[in-house]
T-cell receptor, first 113, second 113 residues
């Protein structure tokens, strides 16, 4: 089955630790995105990547880092510099250059205490 | 500064009736609009979209209307079903080679049997 997978579904970390969230897609999509959702809020863009080995900051990139070494994979690292890391993190991909629709993975709920 | 606004955090509708979800935007550069549906602890699912060159787009029970002069769009669901109960996000893109989406905060729709 084609799709976007994010693992794990739930993640718990202690404050001060870096944590990496996984995002994999087998849809052959070029562009990939990371969003964060907080209660009562919309989705806010953290980072995005249009092609392999290239990525751009979104609206709230501070305290996060990404890599795009393979087309299928776009991992997000939440560093200890992120002041409020507890949130629901969503990965998305977009099929082709002329398409606006983004397709989302199931999300990872990160809790930092 | 919210560029995409969904002013109703919640909406309750009787099964079989029409649901109307509203969205306003402030950025006149937005050229393409999308609606997503989201269940708790899951990723959003793309529903329907509309380009600024149209004022209406239909897909089964879902119709999106766009009023560019008022910078307003709405999603109509007819007839509403209990399975439609979810959070609905409006999103907008500037187009012209930019495929980034700006999301509203969402409206929680409850369809009462």
């Amino acid at each position: 089955d084609g799709g976007i997978t994010q693992s794990p579904k739930y993640l718990f970390r202690k404050e001060g630790q870096n944590v990496t969230l996984s995002c994999e897609q087998n849809l052959n999509h070029d562009a990939m995105y990371w969003y964060r959702q907080d209660p009562g809020q919309g989705l806010r863009l953290i980072y995005y990547s249009q092609i392999v080995n290239d990525f751009q900051k979104g609206d709230i990139a501070e305290g996060y880092s990404v890599s795009r070494e393979k087309k299928e994979s776009f991992p997000l690292t939440v560093t200890s510099a992120q002041k409020n890391p507890t949130a629901f993190y969503l990965c998305a991909s977009r099929p082709r250059r002329s398409s606006y629709e983004q397709y989302f993975g199931p999300g990872t709920r990160l809790t930092v205490t | 500064d919210q560029q995409v606004k969904q002013n109703s955090p919640s909406l309750s509708v009787q099964e079989g009736r029409i649901s109307i979800l509203n969205c306003d935007y402030t950025n006149s550069m937005f050229d393409y609009f999308l609606w997503y549906k989201k269940y708790p602890a899951e990723g959003p699912t793309f529903l329907i979209s509309i380009s600024s060159i149209k004022d209406k787009n239909e897909d089964g029970r879902f119709t999106v209307f766009l009023n560019k002069s008022a910078k307003h769009l709405s999603l109509h669901i007819v007839p509403s079903q209990p399975g439609d109960s979810a959070v609905y996000f409006c999103a907008a893109s500037p187009g012209a080679g930019s495929y980034q989406l700006t999301f509203g905060k969402g409206t929680k729709l409850s369809v009462i049997p």
